[in-house]
């Protein structure tokens, strides 16, 4: 294996999986190849070499030095026939994706349509990639989201009204559920589970008669709009509802010391599956050890059992 190529989705601790990647090929004496703007790159031939000193001081950086976008066109038999072109143009002998399901539903099509060589890492701020405990990306958009309602609280209390926080997860309610028990929050709506407005509103009304002077609400967007949920509260309620919608702050910011470390040891595993001539696989951390899921597996649905943490964010409310 003489050359590999590289292409990437964004979130924290990816630029940091980019310099694991191409320091441990240049230890194999392996070239690397970055794709610029993910598959679309790959189609449109947009490619750069990458070398050690290209990765240095990036560790530290949030998003992505090869920039992304996504992309329609790969899925089509159009777009994969440029692709492979550019593939074999550039004498590509394998191939690591870094991203989140849809990224790695291309890297399993190159693996076992194509039959090139493919390593998957998981980076994703929702955390569902099948079969992986931790996605690169997730801790930091945790903490990210978590200083803002830190933040947000102060105002809630001091203002005595009810907040609404409307985050990521259009599929998975990781972050909501994280960061609504690490913040205390009254309330989290995610896609895993049902709530009952009515229930909800009866609580509050009962926690305002017995002096509780704020509430915040952590909504996942998969599962409703901040802003619809706050003024069914205010017309059930009577009581003032504000929204902040946090966006995409939480895709970006310095990744954290565990998003790092993370990086720096799946994307070396990654390349030292590729030239043991492994395939089609999805490398994680699983118990804090290294591992290996099949992509065909890692792409399936990932659905969270937040049972247990809902149970507790209601018994500490």
């Not at 950086?61 to 074999?88: C, D, M, P, V």
């Not at 209390?157 to 926080?165: A, C, D, H, K, P």
């Not at 720096?264 to 999805?282: E, F, P, Q, T």
């Amino acid at each position: 294996m003489k050359r590999i190529g590289i292409l990437t989705r964004d979130c924290a601790g990816v630029n940091a999986a980019i310099r694991s990647v191409v320091r441990t090929a240049d230890f194999f004496g392996i070239e690397v190849m970055g794709v610029l703007r993910g598959y679309e790159g790959l189609i449109s031939g947009d490619f750069i070499p990458l070398s050690r000193r290209s990765v240095s001081g990036i560790i530290n950086l949030g998003g992505t030095i090869l920039k992304t976008s996504r992309s329609k066109k790969f899925f089509t038999e159009t777009g994969q026939k440029y692709a492979l072109q550019n593939i074999k143009k550039n004498q590509l002998d394998g191939f690591i994706v870094i991203g989140g399901n849809g990224s790695l539903s291309g890297a399993h099509i190159l693996a076992k349509k194509y039959n090139i060589p493919t390593i998957g890492i998981p980076a994703t701020i929702d955390n569902d990639v099948n079969g992986v405990d931790l996605s690169l990306g997730a801790d930091t958009a945790v903490n990210v989201a978590m200083d803002a309602i830190d933040k947000i609280r102060d105002t809630a209390m001091s203002l005595e009204r009810i907040f609404v926080i409307e985050v990521m997860g259009r599929d998975c309610g990781y972050i909501a559920m994280q960061v609504a028990l690490a913040g205390g929050c009254e309330e989290a709506l995610v896609p895993e589970k049902d709530f009952d407005l009515d229930e909800m509103c009866a609580q509050i009304i009962e926690g305002n008669a017995k002096g509780k002077v704020s509430w915040i609400i952590v909504v996942a967007e998969g599962k409703a709009k901040a802003s619809a949920i706050a003024s069914a509260i205010t017309e059930k309620t009577g009581l003032e509802t504000r929204v902040a919608v946090l966006g995409h702050i939480q895709r970006g910011g310095n990744p954290t010391a565990l998003d790092r470390v993370m990086a720096a040891r799946l994307g070396s595993y990654a390349v030292n599956l590729l030239y043991k001539g492994k395939s089609n696989l999805c490398v994680a951390l699983k118990d804090g050890n290294l591992t290996t899921i099949p992509l065909e597996i890692a792409i399936q649905p990932k659905r969270i059992d937040v049972e247990s943490d809902y149970a507790l964010i209601k018994l500490l409310t």
